[in-house]
């Protein structure tokens, strides 16, 4: 009987999360069309509402094309990977309804966004195409030196509360929240979960300008649209643990799902403010900014924890 609950459960949040993604996009369209001084889609429906189904109605419905010379397999079966973990990320929220009792949340998540790494990359080389494998080269070089910094922060914030489990973020910020007593390290995490999602300013697999759409230039229909929505997707759970993680982190109140819309608005606002980085400006940013204040908190933390033992 737990087990089907467990699954019921697992079913409705990824239903809900897909919901949810398909209004992100439209949230998107919207605010950076008044970013831009225009309106957003408001021919569908009222004010636009239906536009994200009937975007994903003529995406799922088009011909599905692929290239001769791609590796079909790989080709077609990586952005569904995508998107399962994408997906999949969101198991390891704690719901106090306990669908899955994850004592090792934090190590789940890091396993998981590592794994995403792999999914950009054969996108873009089981293309055979030049702009798609740049594209997806850029895009791994950039993953994989942000996680550096984002697994030290995690690992600093496991020296103080103590434990893997992301529940324990909400019982820690009861009195206060961790945004008041580390902000740095709040900017620091933005900025980084920025990087990982490849959103503005460091969106480098995309790069039009270069590299005509990055990694994904050769999908079409169904594959585009679920690369798409494992993006979103990603911004969403990224919103979430950023206000669990210094907002407070209550999942029960209705105050945290307004904090959480607001982080995903921050971020589509962002990129309707922001021009592009530069590709080495980033390198450098993530080598010798990043690295060595993340570095500095963990030795911090781990200073804290042993005067706290000595002592208490």
Known sequence: MDL????????LLVICVLISVAFLTLLERKVLGYIQIRKGPNKVGLMGIPQPFCDAIKLFTKEQTYPLMSNYISYYFSPIFSLFLSLLCWMCIPFLINFFSFNLGILYFLCITSLGVYTIMIAGWSSNSNYALLGSLRSVAQTISYEVSLALILLSFIFLIGDYNFINFYYYQKYLWFMILLFPMMLVWL????AEMNRTPFDF?????????????????????LIFLAEYASIL???MLFSLMFLGGDLFSLIFYIKLTFISFL?????????????DKLMYLAWKGFLPLSLNYLMFFIGLKIIMIMFI
């Open 205 to 225: 697999a995309e790069g039009e300008s270069e590299l005509v759409s990055g990694f994904n230039i050769e999908y079409s229909s169904g594959g585009f649209a």
């Open 237 to 239: 759970f990224m919103s």
């Open 4 to 11: 089907i609950m467990s699954l019921v459960g697992s079913l």
């Open 267 to 279: 971020i589509i606002w962002v990129r309707g403010s922001l021009p592009r980085f530069r590709y």
């Open 191 to 194: 900025s980084i979960s920025l």
